[in-house]
T-cell receptor, first 113, second 117 residues
Framework: SQKIEQNSEALNIQEGKTATLTCNYT??????LQWYRQDPGRGPVFLLL?????KEKRKERLKVTFDTTLKQSLFHITASQPADSATYLC????????????FGTGTKLQVIP | ETGVTQTPRHLVMGMTNKKSLKCEQH?????MYWYKQSAKKPLELMFV???????ENNSVPSRFSPECPNSSHLFLHLHTLQPEDSALYLC????????????????FGPGTRLTVL
C-alpha cells in the first residue's frame, strides 16, 4: 500500500541553522510533491510544489529537492527563526482526475532562540 | 487568510445530536474536500467534490453526510456520532477538476474542532 514517511515526529534546531526535513514514500509515483506548514489549531498552508521532472525548487529561505529514484524529498529552511516553528507536512499528488493529494503525518519543527 | 472559511470553529455535541459544519470558498475553485485530522495521524481524506459532483467517498461511515449545493459551499452533516469522531475537521478547495487543469494545491480553512461527548 502507498506510504509516506516523514523522518521524525519532532526536530529541534538552533536559531540561524539550516533545518532539513525528510519525506520518503513507497508504492507511489507522484506527479507532484507539495510541502505545507501547519500551526496549532489552524489548517495547513501551502508552501511549495515541485514536479516529478524537477530536481530542486527555491522560495526565499526555503528549498525543496525531489529525487524520484530514491523516492525522497528534502525540505530545507536556511537561517531558521523561532517564527519557523510549526509542523511541516509533505503531500503527494497524482496527475489527472481531480488531483487527489495524500499527506504525511508531519514533522514538528522547534527553532530554539 | 486563505479564502476558505469554516463555521463553527468549535463544536461540542452529544452522541444523539444532529449538527452541520459549513465551508465556503471565495477563490473560484471547482473542487472542495473534507478532511479529518486526529492527533498523531495523517490528514484523512473523507470526501471530494469536483464540479459539484462527489468523486470520492473514502469509506466514511454514513453518520457523516456531505452536501455540495454549489461550487462555493460545502457542508458536512453529522448525526449519531461516536466519541472517536472527535477531531479537527478541515475543509479545502483547489482548482482541480475531472477535466484536468490546475496544480491541485489545497487551500485549507481554519478547521472545526469537534468534540463528541
Amino acid at each position: 500500500s502507498q506510504k509516506i514517511e516523514q523522518n521524525s515526529e519532532a526536530l529541534n534546531i538552533q536559531e540561524g541553522k539550516t533545518a532539513t526535513l525528510t519525506c520518503n514514500y513507497t508504492n507511489y509515483s507522484p506527479a507532484y510533491l507539495q510541502w505545507y506548514r501547519q500551526d496549532p489549531g489552524r489548517g495547513p498552508v501551502f508552501l511549495l510544489l515541485i514536479r516529478e521532472n524537477e530536481k530542486e525548487k527555491r522560495k526565499e529561505r526555503l528549498k525543496v529537492t525531489f529525487d524520484t529514484t530514491l523516492k525522497q524529498s528534502l525540505f530545507h529552511i536556511t537561517a531558521s527563526q523561532p517564527a519557523d516553528s510549526a509542523t511541516y507536512l509533505c503531500a503527494l499528488q497524482n496527475s489527472g482526475g481531480y488531483q487527489k493529494v495524500t499527506f504525511g503525518t508531519g514533522t514538528k519543527l522547534q527553532v530554539i532562540p | 487568510e486563505t479564502g476558505v472559511t469554516q463555521t463553527p470553529r468549535h463544536l461540542v455535541m452529544g452522541m444523539t445530536n444532529k449538527k452541520s459544519l459549513k465551508c465556503e470558498q471565495h477563490l473560484g475553485h471547482n473542487a472542495m474536500y473534507w478532511y479529518k485530522q486526529s492527533a498523531k495521524k495523517p490528514l484523512e481524506l473523507m470526501f471530494v467534490y469536483s464540479l459539484e459532483e462527489r468523486v470520492e467517498n473514502n469509506s466514511v461511515p454514513s453518520r457523516f453526510s456531505p452536501e455540495c449545493p454549489n461550487s462555493s459551499h460545502l457542508f458536512l452533516h453529522l448525526h449519531t456520532l461516536q466519541p472517536e469522531d472527535s477531531a479537527l475537521y478541515l475543509c479545502a478547495s483547489s482548482q482541480g477538476a475531472l477535466a484536468g487543469g490546475g496544480s491541485g494545491t489545497q487551500y485549507f480553512g481554519p478547521g472545526t474542532r469537534l468534540t463528541v461527548l
